[in-house]
């Protein structure tokens, strides 16, 4: 009962323009984790997350939450069971962090508390244009998760972040994985397999790899995947990757 | 000048008649063009009267001293020119009219005149009269209205009879006719447009009616209701007399348009100007056209058709 | 930063003030002596024509300028777009194009109702038209309606320029439909004062249904779905709400310029980017431009009235230089 499906994909296909995106694509995630979903640029992870976040709809296959179609479920159901944190969040007008709060909730007069509870209160009467990215970052993640959803999304959280925050970000989200579900897209792999509990591969839109960390390091399936020679660097107790050199299909 | 003298002719014999004197003080209730119920507490002394042919109408009436507004486009008679003005190229004004304290203004629908003034004039309480000119007879019949609008009835009858009195003698001319001959067809072209087009008299309009008491006919007689006509359409009717309400200068450019030349009217010199303040303007001056015309037609009848 | 009531009372009050200054305003300036005259009792002609004329006419424009600072606010929000306005989606080429024919061709039926409700028909007509084309296209996001929208704004024009060409003649000059479309406050009786006074506060309230949402777009599509706005199902909801108000404005005031563009600008200066304060703001914004708009339009050029459309064109533009100026700053939003 405790790892029962909460978000779970069958068979998903999507092509655009005769390429497809996502090719038969399966996964069955628990009711708590912390999943990072990786692969190269244009893998499909962004897709994916779309899809599985009810943003995108499937050619055909489906996506089910708690058991139930993501089709049923109405937009407001979703958007308090799903948190989906996107990779660039520019609001259009300057609003401040307690409106964002606001914004996400049902009873605004919560927002307050839900930014003291996330240590943010400071910031709740700034504008987004005053914040800093990492402000931003944790802003951002505070009103996303001001539902408590069971299942939290995030694509590419860190990417315009300075390594101080992004590190702060990713333990945070792998912090929350012990008691829900979070999905979330990495580029550093490093990062990746040290901090969250399970790793999928995507690549050319299917799923190549999926498993702990420490199964998926050694393999030598991943240095097809990326395309590159992974030299594994062991400093215990984890062991790093460093991309060497590019396999031979890609060497001039 | 021709107006005021028989405006004074007129008048000289309606004071003569008995009861010529207005009645003051009895309410004055009318009909008009668009069939509204117009009511005056007594005769009209301050008329605010919109557009030239309402203010020549009260001045024909021998009544100049009782106008108090005029618009920007009234030039005649020459008295308007201090009065004050109550609307124009922009519009025209409420606030303008009712500090005049009129008792009546006069008003045509023409530009947003009607628009702009009939409904305030209603809800202020100002009475309104709005005429209009379709045929010779309206305009006879507007002379009548604003007669006794102006508690005038007796100048009225007898300026309406001198005009009636006119045009019964034009027509024994015109039907005179020299030799029995048909009457010349005519087109009267009123204004052009800026892409060329012109705009001409046609069936339904008081112009015409004067073109044809006159003693002509239509040059086109299939004209419908659109008011443009291209050139080359009036090229193709070949008119046996042009004629072209504007100066001279007007006449010539149009004559130096391509193949206008051998317009049959051009070649022959039977193509003249007529005076716009007396074809576009429906009051008693148009009756000075249509004698000027009647008998310049009959002139060139005589001379013959060559 | 949200208002607090004093602030509210400031800006009615000096709307109060505004309303005042406009039933003084004329060729003939009255004291505010004459207006509690005329308010009390209506025996002289300047009596008269406060109550009859000035009266309704001053709180015509006022409810006028509110909806169009109304519909220029939801725009704004849907479109995601300091630069939207009102007339956008075809609203003002359907509303000329029923003024003409209402003005031009002769259909025998007083012209007092007709030309508002031909107005307020080609208005509503033309954004109907313009939705349908957008989802006909499969195209029924903001920039798709903005194409179609462009697209029967050229087409109604084109008819409107036929109908104008071809129904002239000497009296019924081009003036009339000119003097329409560059706008002003059609003067209305005092129950129709009353009509509009209601159509007036029911925008008010239908629009602020859409406050949330409005916000929730200014955050991304994406980001507003997952915040849980059905974003496919609003936008066709607010744009509908957004024309039927402009659509009001017009029927009653003719083609104002640069009232929808500048009204919600101003208000978010006031009140922040929450679209909960923003509308009304607006509104309140929009009323005060156009009652001294139109005060101006009655008293500076005797005896014409300036088309209430000129004044706050002229005053539009240098509005809209300082407003791309600005372009990068807080409160007006991004790029």
Not at chain 2, 274 to 302: H, K, M, S, Y
């Amino acid at each position: 009962m405790n790892d029962a499906a909460m978000l779970g994909a069958a068979h998903l296909h999507l092509s655009r323009q005769g390429r497809a995106l996502l090719d038969d694509v399966s996964l069955e995630l628990p009711r708590r984790g912390a999943v990072a979903l990786v692969g190269p640029n244009g893998a499909g992870k962004s897709t994916l997350m779309q899809v599985l976040a009810g943003q995108l709809a499937p050619d055909s296959g489906g996506v089910t939450l708690q058991g139930r179609p993501l089709k049923a479920l109405d937009v407001r159901a979703r958007a308090q069971r799903l948190g989906y944190m996107p990779q660039r969040f520019e609001p259009h007008w300057d609003v401040t962090l307690l409106d964002l709060v606001q914004m996400r909730l049902a009873d605004p007069a919560r927002a307050a508390q839900v930014l003291a509870e996330a240590d943010l209160q400071a910031l709740g009467e700034r504008r987004w244009s005053t914040l800093s990215g990492g402000e931003r970052a944790r802003g951002m993640l505070a009103a996303v998760l001001a539902t408590d959803p069971p299942v939290l999304l995030a694509d590419e959280p860190g990417a315009a972040l300075d390594v101080q925050h992004r590190l702060a970000l990713v333990q945070a989200l792998a912090r929350r994985g012990r008691e829900r579900l979070v999905v979330v897209v990495m580029h550093d792999l490093d990062l990746a397999f040290e901090c969250f509990d399970r790793v999928v591969v995507l690549h050319a839109g299917r799923v190549a790899m999926d498993g702990a960390p420490a199964d998926l390091l050694h393999a030598p399936q991943l240095d097809a995947v990326f395309g590159v020679h992974f030299e594994r660097i062991a400093v215990a107790p984890n062991t790093l990757l460093r991309a060497r050199s590019l396999t031979s299909k890609d060497k001039p | 000048m021709t107006l005021r003298r028989r405006a004074l002719g007129g008048l000289g014999l309606a004071a003569l008649l008995p009861g010529a004197a207005a009645r003051a003080g009895a309410p004055i209730r009318l009909r008009d063009a668009l069939g509204r119920d117009v009511l005056l507490p007594g005769p009209a002394q301050r008329i605010v009267t919109i557009f030239s042919s309402n203010t020549e109408l009260v001045a024909a009436l021998g009544l100049m001293q009782r106008i108090v507004g005029v618009e920007e486009y009234t030039r005649f008679p020459p008295e308007v020119a201090g009065l004050p003005k109550v609307g124009g190229r922009l519009g025209f004004s409420v606030d303008a009219v009712v500090a005049q304290r009129p008792d009546l203004v006069i008003v045509t629908p023409a530009r947003q005149a009607a628009n702009q003034l009939v409904d305030p004039m209603e809800r202020i309480g100002v009475p309104v009269m709005v005429l209009l000119s379709r045929s010779l007879d309206e305009v006879i019949g507007n002379v009548r209205l604003v007669a006794q609008a102006a508690g005038v009835d007796a100048r009225g009858q007898a300026l309406v009879q001198s005009l009636q009195q006119r045009l019964r003698a034009v027509d024994e001319q015109v039907n005179a006719r020299v030799g029995g001959q048909p009457a010349p067809r005519a087109l009267m072209i009123t204004g052009r447009l800026g892409n060329g087009m012109l705009l001409v008299a046609r069936p339904g309009t008081y112009t015409n009616e004067a073109m044809l008491r006159a003693g002509a006919r239509h040059a086109i007689p299939g004209i419908g209701a659109l008011a443009q006509v291209s050139p080359e359409a009036a090229l193709a009717a070949d008119p046996d007399v042009l004629l072209f309400a504007g100066a001279q200068s007007g006449l010539d450019d149009l004559a130096r348009r391509p193949g206008w030349r051998d317009m049959r009217a051009l070649r022959a010199q039977r193509a003249i100007t007529v005076a716009r303040a007396e074809f576009l303007i429906p009051g008693p001056r148009t009756f000075d056209g249509i004698e000027t015309l009647a008998r310049w037609i009959t002139q060139t009848q005589q001379k013959g058709w060559g | 930063m949200n208002p607090s009531g004093k602030m509210w009372c400031l800006a009615l009050g000096a709307l109060a003030l505004a309303v005042v200054l406009g039933i003084c305003a004329g060729h003939q300036w009255a004291a505010p002596a004459e207006i509690w005259q005329a308010i009390t009792e209506r025996d002289t002609l300047r009596s008269r024509l406060l109550w009859e004329w000035r009266m309704p006419r001053v709180l015509a424009a006022a409810c006028v300028g509110a909806l169009l600072g109304l519909s220029g606010a939801v725009f704004q929000g849907v479109f995601r777009n300091p630069l939207a306005e009102p007339y956008l989606l075809g609203a003002s080429g359907g509303a000329a194009l029923g003024a003409t024919i209402a003005l031009l061709v002769p259909l025998g039926l007083p012209q007092s109702w007709l030309l508002p409700l031909m107005a307020f028909a080609g208005a509503w007509g033309a954004t109907i038209l313009v939705l349908g084309v957008a989802r006909v296209a499969g195209a029924l996001d903001a920039s798709g309606m903005l194409l179609a929208g462009v697209a029967m704004a050229a087409m109604l024009g084109a008819i409107r320029s036929f109908l104008m060409l071809a129904l002239s003649d000497e009296t019924v000059s081009l003036q009339v439909v000119m003097s329409w479309v560059l706008g002003g406050i059609q003067t209305p009786t005092w129950s129709g004062l009353g009509w509009l006074a209601l159509i007036t506060l029911a925008c008010l309230a239908a629009t602020q249904t859409l406050a949330r949402g409005l916000d929730l777009l200014g955050l991304g599509d994406a980001t507003a779905q997952s915040f849980g706005l059905d974003v496919a199902r609003f936008v066709p909801r607010a744009v509908l709400l957004g024309s039927l108000v402009v659509a009001a404005a017009v029927a009653y005031g003719g083609l104002v310029a640069f009232v929808g563009l500048a009204a919600p600008h101003i208000a978010r200066w006031w009140v922040g980017p929450r679209h909960r304060w923003v509308l009304p703001a607006s509104a309140l914004a929009g009323a005060l431009v156009v009652t001294v708009a139109d005060a101006i339009a009655r008293s500076v050029l005797p005896p014409a009235e300036v088309p209430l459309g000129l004044i706050t064109a002229v005053a539009g533009g240098p509005f809209f230089i300082v407003l791309l100026a600005r372009r990068l700053r807080a409160y007006g939003g991004r790029a």
